[in-house]
């Protein structure tokens, strides 16, 4: 697989200027075939090997619209974060039918037939883990391209199954948890660097939802929520990090909740960009930065000066209208008065489908968003952005 070291710039600088965060609308083929297997229409190989076609028309599809770095579109996941842990020791995914709230802005709710994830036992990595065979077939496809991977951050069980795996009895104590999930991400890391990848993806909404004083008000309540849980959050992803190979990258990416285009919380960086930036060993941090609920460009003055690279996410993955070109340029120049521009980039602010459902936008609109990308980043930084 090609490797993203770049001699010029030297180890983990972000190759190109242009890419999207990783998940993509599920075309109808799959949905349907997905729909056969659990009704046992379809053995597990039959199911697989549509889904290995899906794939590979993807990665096919990201590259025609110019993109170097591509994903498996998270097009074999139920969910972005649960199917991972779920594929640990210690957790298990379980089926449920509830109401499920749309909307933070809104009062709007919808009957769903979801899963949660629940703590069984102690939680470590299994091996092998699908998500490092999901990885090998990209690697596999992507011909000069770039394979990236995304992983969900270890605060994002702690923050829905903490509690749960303490009165179960598996725990003492919260903190105990979250050290276990942040040795298996460790081991993650490793597993994925042995397979070849050489960019992964760590994904953590949950300490940009933590800035949302009304969300922190929430996690009191449920007895999540201390002083210092965003900082134990990055420490943990620093911590599940830092033995990977000298030039295999690692981006962060932060949003603020994305379920069917709804949103979560709302609030700037403010309160985590010194250690965002500044205290974790990242190489590239994905920012939601596609309305006002994302607040302003200040906070990014903490990025340090070298090969790190912000992602700006101007163009929303949550509608169909396609951005103004020159909007977004101005927006980029607003962020470059805080960072050099060549350590900018740009992206859609979120994921196409965080769940299977997907967003409420079509195919067609997915990839016209990710061709503006790609244009936009050419008239920016220029023919080598991409």
């Keep these: 697989m090609p490797s993203v070291v770049s001699n010029s710039v030297g180890a983990r600088r972000l190759p190109y200027r242009v890419e999207h965060v990783g998940s993509l609308l599920r075309p109808a083929e799959l949905k349907e075939a997905r729909t056969r297997y659990e009704s046992g229409a379809l053995t597990a190989d039959e199911f697989r090997a549509i889904e290995d076609q899906c794939v590979a028309r993807a990665i096919r599809q990201q590259q025609e619209t110019g993109l170097k770095i591509v994903t498996d579109g998270e097009f074999r996941r139920l969910y972005w974060h649960f199917d991972f842990f779920a594929g640990l020791e210690g957790v298990e995914l379980v089926k449920e039918e509830?109401?499920?709230?749309?909307?933070?802005?809104?009062?709007?709710?919808?009957?769903?037939?979801?899963?949660?994830?629940?703590?069984?036992?102690?939680?470590?990595?299994?091996?092998?883990?699908?998500?490092?065979?999901?990885?090998?077939?990209?690697?596999?496809?992507?011909?000069?391209?770039?394979a990236k991977h995304t992983i969900p951050a270890p605060g994002c069980l702690h923050y829905v199954c903490g509690p749960q795996a303490v009165t179960g009895g598996f725990y003492r104590e919260m903190d105990s948890v979250l050290k276990d999930l942040t040795r298996a991400n460790a081991d993650a890391v490793r597993a994925f660097a042995d397979a070849g990848c050489r960019y992964l993806q760590i994904d953590d909404p949950i300490v940009t939802v933590l800035c949302d004083p009304r969300q922190v008000?929430?996690?009191?309540?449920?007895?999540?929520?201390?002083?210092?849980?965003?900082?134990?959050?990055?420490?943990?992803?620093?911590?599940?990090?830092?033995?990977?190979?000298?030039?295999?990258?690692?981006?962060?990416?932060?949003?603020?909740?994305?379920?069917?285009?709804?949103?979560?919380?709302?609030?700037?960086?403010?309160?985590?960009?010194?250690?965002?930036?500044?205290?974790?060993?990242?190489?590239?941090?994905?920012?939601?930065?596609?309305?006002?609920?994302?607040?302003?460009?200040?906070?990014?003055?903490?990025?340090?000066?070298?090969?790190?690279?912000?992602?700006?996410?101007?163009?929303?993955?949550?509608?169909?209208?396609?951005?103004?070109?020159?909007?977004?340029?101005?927006r980029i120049d607003e962020a470059a008065k805080y960072v050099p521009l060549e350590q900018l980039a740009l992206s859609p602010q979120c994921g196409f489908a965080s769940t299977e459902e997907g967003n409420n936008i079509t195919e067609e609109q997915q990839w016209a968003k990710l061709r503006l990308c790609v244009d936009v980043a050419r008239e920016v930084w220029g023919n080598n952005a991409v």
Aim: glycine letters at 10%; charged letters at 25%; proline letters at 5%.
């Design 217 to 330: 008000a929430q996690a009191r309540e449920r007895g999540v929520y201390y002083d210092g849980l965003r900082r134990d959050y990055l420490e943990a992803i620093d911590a599940g990090t830092r033995e990977r190979p000298a030039d295999m990258i690692i981006g962060v990416h932060l949003c603020r909740g994305n379920f069917m285009s709804n949103w979560v919380a709302a609030g700037g960086y403010e309160p985590i960009a010194e250690q965002l930036f500044g205290g974790i060993d990242a190489d590239v941090y994905f920012m939601e930065y596609d309305n006002e609920r994302s607040g302003g460009f200040e906070p990014l003055r903490y990025l340090p000066k070298g090969h790190k690279t912000v992602v700006l996410g101007l163009v929303t993955s949550k509608l169909g209208e396609l951005e103004n070109k020159d909007q977004i340029k101005r």
């Design 98 to 146: 509830f109401m499920m709230p749309l909307s933070a802005a809104e009062a709007r709710a919808a009957f769903v037939h979801r899963h949660h994830p629940e703590v069984t036992g102690r939680i470590s990595w299994k091996s092998p883990h699908p998500f490092v065979q999901d990885f090998r077939f990209v690697a596999d496809h992507v011909g000069n391209g770039i």
